[in-house]
């Protein structure tokens, strides 16, 4: 038995710049911070000759060409396993929430049928072979900031160049800089869940035909540049100001970016005392990442929850993708 386990990220500034319609034209940044809400793979050798799998459903398959979910079913022709395994998928948060867990899944997969083949593969060969899974196979219109976190973990900023070079260095900042960050941080969630794929597709068009989104992304990407100056600097309630900033930017990128109710709940959240705010990922739904002074958390806290809202509770991650459990027979 092989326990896999990936992180899930709050993207905490420049957000969007790694999508390849503007990074392949400009170069991305993007500062990421890994979270302790994981998504889990099991992965065990099954007596029978078939393919089992676990997940919303269970497909048991012969043939790992038939296999219906494509990434289990990629990952496995690109490991070369065809027969004789069950693999099994839990994770500590709903899909379609922002925080990545599409990648996330992809990585603890890739590091489980790595490990249950007894091959070593590194941090970043995993994040490229599950950018290569979900960009150039499945043609998911999605960037590499979600694939390249979850398998680095930390709080961490990528450098996306117009080569498809991705450059990647933990965040310099002091221990307490992080530790302040992570107390300040309220995440809500909205209880709205959305594919990514609707939202990253109409942004896809408008970067690709339009000046004024290319413009606010160019933006974006320098609020992630001032991201990490200020979390290095250690002035980390100038980032709540920002967080508001990137909202206001990113808001206009896609009709389906946002709507009433979720404008209501983060003018709600402003007027409770966060400093700034944004919807995490795609944006749609999924969760709010709000900014707040310790003395407003309460506050905002009690009125997040009294609008029906669900906050989350969490920690850095600073491990990344890794085994947790290795309990396979040796010869």
């Not at 499945?138 to 398998?151: K, N």
């Not at 992630?224 to 709540?240: F, I, M, N, Q």
Request: charged share 25%; proline share 3%.
């Amino acid at each position: 038995m092989i326990v896999s386990r990936a992180p899930v990220r709050f993207s905490l500034g420049g957000g969007g710049t790694d999508l390849p319609a503007y990074a392949s034209r400009f170069g991305g940044f993007v500062v990421s911070a890994a979270i302790d809400k994981y998504v889990y793979v099991c992965a065990n050798a099954r007596f029978s000759r078939e393919i089992r799998l676990a997940y919303s459903k269970t497909e048991i398959v012969a043939d790992p060409a038939a296999i219906e979910h494509p990434i289990f079913r990629e990952a496995l022709a690109m490991t070369g396993i065809r027969e004789a395994i069950e693999l099994v998928s839990v994770a500590d948060l709903p899909a379609n929430s922002g925080l990545g867990s599409s990648s996330t899944f992809t990585v603890a997969l890739l590091n489980a049928l790595h490990a249950y083949k007894r091959e070593f593969v590194s941090t970043r060969q995993l994040a490229e072979e599950a950018c290569a899974i979900e960009i150039d196979r499945l043609r998911e219109p999605i960037g590499r900031q979600d694939q390249y976190i979850a398998a680095f973990g930390n709080v961490t900023a990528m450098t996306f160049d117009p080569d498809g070079t991705v450059t990647v260095e933990p965040v310099p900042a002091k221990d307490e800089v992080l530790g302040e960050l992570e107390t300040n941080l309220v995440i809500v969630y909205s209880g709205i869940e959305r594919p990514a794929r609707t939202v990253l597709s109409e942004q896809d068009a408008r970067l690709r035909a339009e000046q004024d989104t290319v413009e606010r992304m160019h933006r974006i990407r320098g609020i992630g540049k001032e991201v990490y100056r200020l979390l290095v600097r250690g002035d980390v309630d100038a980032y709540g100001e920002l967080l508001h900033e990137h909202w206001t930017a990113k808001r206009t990128m896609a009709s389906s970016m946002t709507d009433g109710t979720l404008d209501d709940h983060y003018e709600a959240a402003r007027v409770a005392g966060a400093i700034g705010g944004k919807l995490m990922g795609a944006g749609g739904g999924g969760f709010f990442m709000f900014y707040v002074r310790p003395t407003e958390k309460r506050r905002l806290v009690e009125a997040m929850t009294a609008r029906g809202l669900r906050v989350l509770r969490f920690r850095f991650d600073y491990d990344g993708a890794k085994i947790v459990a290795n309990l396979s027979r040796s010869g």
